[in-house]
């Protein structure tokens, strides 16, 4: 039903953008030149209601590169026993375009307390469309993967014989 909701949605703002781009363009004389603006000014409007989606997810795939990635301790690592410590708070990065939670991933050897591995994982937040129109239980994206997870974020625990004890 959601589903539906959205392409009426679309269907409706690709009409809007049409009626809008035609009434701005119509006093314009040369064809080119009024095809052109149209075609521009369309694209504009249109795209307008994902702007802070597509602008996020540009940030999102940056703060992925940086931040999902497993760091180990490899000189200390072999044939650990460890706790998982997952996030105490909710940890937000500053100064994106959307909500994305930044929730960091922390292994300690039970007995040294050391820190043996880390990483993070990176959830996002839709943009302000898919907040408003009320379709996702979990707000997220329409145009990308909300989450980013270290693809070998457990590979560690067989590489180096580590066991989680929690």
């Known amino acids: 039903m ?14 809007i953008c049409r009626a ?6 119509r006093n314009i004389k040369s064809q080119t030149r009024q ?7 369309f694209s504009i409007l ?12 540009f940030q999102f795939s940056s703060l992925c590169d940086k931040y999902a990635v497993v760091e180990i301790d490899e000189q200390n690592a072999k044939n650990r026993q460890v706790r998982v410590e997952i996030r105490s708070s ?22 040294t307390n050391k820190v ?22 979990t707000n997220a994206p329409l145009l990308f993967n909300p989450a ?12 180096f014989n580590i066991k989680v004890v929690n």
Do not use: M
Request: aromatic share 10%.
């Open 2 to 15: 959601s589903g539906i909701l959205l392409i009426a949605v679309l269907v409706t703002w690709l009409l």
């Open 20 to 25: 809008i781009s035609k009434k701005l363009t």
């Open 35 to 41: 095809t052109t603006s149209k075609l521009a000014i």
């Open 46 to 57: 249109f795209l307008a209601p994902f702007s802070d989606e597509l602008i996020g997810a």
């Open 90 to 111: 909710d940890t937000y990065a500053e100064g994106t375009a959307l909500k994305i939670y930044i929730d960091p991933y922390v292994y300690r050897d039970i007995e």
């Open 116 to 137: 043996i591995v880390r990483y993070h994982i990176l959830q996002a937040e839709g943009g302000w469309l898919i907040r408003l129109l009320g379709i996702s239980e």
């Open 148 to 159: 980013c997870v270290p693809e070998n974020a457990h590979d560690f625990k067989k590489t």
